[in-house]
């Protein structure tokens, strides 16, 4: 085909990455973007890149933390989404959190200004026409019903729908500092931090037990048009770990470990909630973990039983949606093409990895392939050792699929997953100068080190060899 135009449809995390990918590989994008001229149940601005859940990119330990890994990674390959989330960076402990608003804004000027990159706010009704050369479908698990249709009606597969939720934010100045205090888990600083960059509300046992009570009591929004519709683990509502059992929430987002009430220093607290820093004036904090189906009014209710939250006011309550996933492993091939249109490839959240780096991450790389094949080029995939190449391997199946190439029972129950450890090949700990292999509390640390160091090598060979294919 004559038209060397890479057609990306949807303008958030991955969209953003891939387009800039390509346009800084020499190709020219066109993003189609459908806000405002068609929103969906959680944006609320039209900006590219928009944070819809958390601000929060996780942990930013590239030595002991896969996600961290993956953070590193992005950012040896150009990253855009990296590069301004370290620019708009807030005080999160050992996390890497944005200012949303700031970070979507940065995003967008880059792709604004970018001399490659043109930007049409229209809704594509379907699948892309069948004359376009390159596409990459980046719309998320917010993809519109009409698109959503037509992917399932080309592939004759139903895809996946699973629920995902949001947290609400509080405004500082209501929150009750004789009863909160500042401090990170361990005092740690993290990426932009002090060590004292969360708010925490304690309670104590009686406090909390009347809390669970209260959240399994409150009023939850229903949904019996999406029944049997299964949440994503990663991102359950509180009231539904709650229903599991009365002390998980006390070892999940509520854990008391690594904390000491400032106002009572002698008292460990028996659970308390965080609040994370959500914009840079500090004006806005999110409740970590405090994803919700509570109505609003049970929610600002069973709120303001938290200790410090008693008149906290919320500049937005909690939510949920249902969110649509392909089938990746059935559907696409190892470089991310649809199997029934090759000139299709699909990108980010859609494609069943779960967290906005993840995204971002499968984003760069479809935009690298698909400019690679639009400029006659050629481009291998990352190693499986790699954060990237380990995610890859995971949505396409290759660890799925028995040895006559049928798909395995375990692809046909594929399910969303963020970047781990178990993703990768199993790494070799390396023996000490006496040739002995960590023991106890010493082996997890040790292997963490020798999965990123590997990947690291492995992701700074891949890429040298990239940059001299393209000089060839």
Known sequence: MTDKTLHIIGGGMAGSEAAWAAAQAGVKVVIHEMRPVRGTDAHQTDGLAELVCSNSFRSDDDEHNAVGLLHWEMRQAGSLIMAKGDEHKLPAGGALAVDREAFSAAVTAALESHPNITISREEMPGLPPADWASTIIATGPLTSPALAQDIRAATGDEGLA????????????????????????????????????????????????????????????????????????????????????????RHGPMKPMGLTNAHQPDVKPYAVVQLRQDNALGTLYNMVGFQTKMKYGAQVEVLHMIPGLEKAEFARLGGIHRNTFINSPKLLDARLRLKVRPNVRFAGQITGVEGYVESAAMGLLAGRLAAAELLGTSMTKPPPTTAHGALVSHITGGHLVDESGDMTSKARSFQPMNVNFGLFPEVEVPRDENGKRPRGKAKKPARQIAYTTRAKRDFTGWLDGQMLKAAE
């Open 162 to 249: 699973f629920f995902d939720a949001i947290a609400p934010i509080v405004y500082k100045e209501t929150i009750d500092f004789s009863k909160a205090w500042y401090q990170s888990r361990y005092d740690k600083p993290g990426p932009g931090g002090s060590g004292a960059d969360y708010i925490n509300c304690p309670l104590d046992k009686a406090q909390y037990e009347a809390f669970i009570a209260a959240l399994l009591a409150a009023d939850k929004t229903a949904f019996k048009e999406w029944e049997g519709t299964p949440y994503f683990d990663g991102c359950l509502p509180v009231e539904v770990m709650a229903e599991r059992g009365p002390e998980t929430l």
